[in-house]
C-alpha cells in the first residue's frame, strides 16, 4: 500500500467530519456571515504567506532535483494565485491593507503554521506530508459538500470557493503532489508510515480548529 493510500485510510474520518463542519455548510447553502467570510479570506492570506516560506526553505534543503522542480511550480502558483485572486477578491470583500498589517493570525493559524514549520524543519518528506494535508483535505470537503449541496451552492455567494477547489486543475495539481510523495517514500519504515499518519491527522486537527476559530 502507498503511503498517501494509509494516510487517506487513516485521516478520511476526519475529513468527512470536516465536511459538515458550520463554517463550511453555511458557504454551501449561503448564510455565511460577509463578516466571518473577511476573517477567513484574511486569516488564509496569513496561511499561505508562511506556506510559501515553508515550501521555499524545503526546496532549499531537497536533495532530489525532481523535488526541488516540483517546489518551485508550486511556490510559483500559490504565490500567483495570492496576488492575483486572494489579494483581489480580499479587496473586493473590504479588506485594506491596515487590516492586513494590524489583525494578525489567530492562534489557531499561528500554531497551525508552527506545526507545519517544525515538521518541515525535519526533512523533506515529513515537510511534504505535513503540508499535503491541507491541499488534499480541501479538495476533498469541497467535493463532499458539493455533491450534497450542490442546488444551493449555485446561488451561494461562495460558490467560486467550491468550484476553485473541485476544479481540474485544482484536483491535477493536488494529484501531483501526493504522486511526488508517494515517490519520495517507496521504502518508507512501518514507523515512519506510522509517523507519517500521525503528522496527516494531527494536521486534520490543526484545520478543523482553524475553521471552529472563524464563527
Not at 132 to 156: H, M, N, P, T
Not at 191 to 206: G, N, P, Q, T, V
Request: net charge negative; charged share 25%; proline share 1%.
Amino acid at each position: 500500500m502507498k503511503l498517501s493510500e494509509r494516510l487517506f485510510e487513516s485521516t478520511k474520518p476526519f475529513w468527512d467530519k470536516a465536511a459538515q463542519n458550520p463554517f463550511v455548510i453555511a458557504m454551501a447553502d449561503g448564510t455565511l456571515g460577509k463578516e466571518n467570510f473577511k476573517a477567513y479570506m484574511l486569516q488564509d492570506y496569513y496561511y499561505l504567506n508562511d506556506y510559501i516560506s515553508i515550501l521555499e526553505h524545503m526546496e532549499s534543503q531537497a536533495e532530489k532535483a525532481e523535488t526541488r522542480a516540483f517546489l518551485k511550480d508550486a511556490i510559483q502558483a500559490i504565490r500567483y494565485e495570492m496576488e492575483n485572486l486572494h489579494i483581489a477578491n480580499m479587496k473586493q470583500l473590504g479588506i485594506t491593507d491596515e487590516d492586513i498589517r494590524t489583525v494578525g493570525k489567530n492562534a489557531a493559524c499561528s500554531e497551525y503554521l508552527e506545526f507545519l514549520r517544525s515538521n518541515a524543519l525535519e526533512g523533506t518528506v515529513r515537510g511534504l506530508t505535513a503540508l499535503l494535508q491541507c491541499s488534499w483535505s480541501y479538495a476533498y470537503i469541497a467535493k463532499s459538500v458539493a455533491d450534497q449541496y450542490g442546488d444551493k451552492i449555485a446561488s451561494s455567494p461562495y460558490a467560486d470557493w467550491f468550484g476553485s477547489y473541485t476544479s481540474e486543475e485544482y484536483v491535477g495539481a493536488n494529484q501531483a503532489w501526493i504522486d511526488l510523495l508517494d515517490s519520495e517514500t517507496q521504502d518508507i519504515s512501518d514507523d515512519d508510515i506510522e509517523l507519517s499518519c500521525r503528522i496527516f491527522e494531527k494536521c486534520a486537527a490543526f484545520e478543523d480548529r482553524f475553521w471552529k476559530a472563524l464563527l
